[in-house]
């Protein structure tokens, strides 16, 4: 299984940067994936998670309205479409898969986390 995260970048506030996740070796449709991010000195988060077989999707409060989850079957990929952007966004994020199950959120624990990208860096200027 792997998973290669890409598209981060240096944003000004109020802007928008979108990341890709492109996937092989899974069953799509028995996952759920998610992005995570670990800001300086911070914990990770998981900020937002989709059920890759229904699209179902799930978003922290803090980014809920401003970012966008998104999967393409064919191009076996995830996407984390980011705007509005604010420096507290700052971070490296990640994508990460997990064996599918009834409950879909954004409050797992990243150990359920099965798979995980290699980061990428999004950094916003303020």
């Known amino acids: 299984v792997q998973l290669q995260a890409s598209g981060g970048g240096l944003v000004q506030t109020g802007g928008s940067l979108g990341l890709s996740c492109a996937v092989s070796?899974?069953?799509?449709?028995?996952?759920?994936m998610g992005w995570f991010r670990q800001a300086p000195g911070k914990e990770r988060e998981l900020v937002a998670s989709i059920r890759w077989s229904t699209g179902t999707r799930s978003y922290k409060d803090s980014v809920r309205g401003r970012f966008t989850i998104s999967r393409d079957n064919a191009k076996k990929t995830l996407y984390l479409q980011m705007s509005s952007l604010e420096p507290e966004d700052t971070a490296v994020y990640y994508c990460a898969a997990k064996r599918a199950s009834i409950y879909l959120g954004t409050d797992y624990n990243e150990a359920e986390f099965d798979y995980w990208g290699q980061g990428t860096l999004v950094t916003v200027s303020s």
């Open positions: 070796g899974l069953t799509f449709n028995s996952y759920v």
